[in-house]
């Protein structure tokens, strides 16, 4: 998502699963280009929320309020990433950001 105006992440809502009974982490992160800049781009946290799989690929429920760094800036891409603690485990997510602007 590209933030058309400077907002702030109100809450993370979804769906994880993973295929075995280790963790699994989403990270809710932001990036902020500048324009006409060729430097990597580095992703900043917003927050994170870790979930154990139950290990028979049974969904585990998202839904976070307590944002860790919310500010978001127009501009601003905002994305997930996901880890595991386990090598070849398989998860996947289904997530939305509601964001709000007080404008």
Known sequence: Y???DACTVVKVKGWMVGSNANTMTLAICKATPVDSDSSALTPVLIDEIALTGSGN????S?????ITESSIAAGDLVFPMV?????????????TI??????
């Open 2 to 4: 590209v933030a058309h």
């Open 57 to 60: 690929d049974e969904l585990k």
């Open 62 to 66: 998202i839904e976070e309020t307590t």
């Open 83 to 95: 880890k595991t603690s386990a090598a070849g485990m398989v998860v996947y997510f289904n997530i």
């Open 98 to 103: 509601e964001l709000g602007y007080d404008n």
